[in-house]
Nanobody
Framework: VQLVESGGGLVQPGGSLRLSCAAS????????MSWYRQAPGKERELVAV????????NYPDSVKGRFTISRDNAKNTVYLQMNNLKPEDTAVYYC??????????WGKGTLVTVSS
């Protein structure tokens, strides 16, 4: 099983980034996919989740209206479009897959730095 994040980097406040998470080794379409982030000295927090059945999404208030999660089951990939980025969005962003029988997988993360 592998989850490989990409797309992180340095961006100015107000800018945009698109993160990708390529999955392999499990039946991607059956898994709820999520993005989490962890800033230095803080706990890991959920920033976006997308359902396996109907593609329904959910976001915390801190990113609602700025972040969009999507998935392409044909490509076994989940995306996170991040717009109007703020310095407080700086964190390592992790991809998570949660599926049947409580199976739970994590990627190694990609660093997003929002700074002028």
């Amino acid at each position: 099983v592998q989850l490989v994040e990409s797309g992180g980097g340095l961006v100015q406040p107000g800018g945009s980034l698109r993160l990708s998470c390529a999955a392999s080794g499990f039946t991607f379409r059956r898994y709820v996919m999520s993005w989490y982030r962890q800033a230095p000295g803080k706990e890991r927090e959920l920033v976006a989740v997308i359902n396996s059945i109907d593609g329904a999404t959910n976001y915390p208030d801190s990113v609602k209206g700025r972040f969009t999660i999507s998935r392409d089951n044909a490509k076994n990939t989940v995306y996170l479009q991040m717009n109007n980025l703020k310095p407080e969005d700086t964190a390592v962003y992790y991809c998570n897959a949660n599926g049947p029988g409580g199976m739970d997988y994590w990627g190694k993360g990609t660093l997003v730095t929002v700074s002028s």
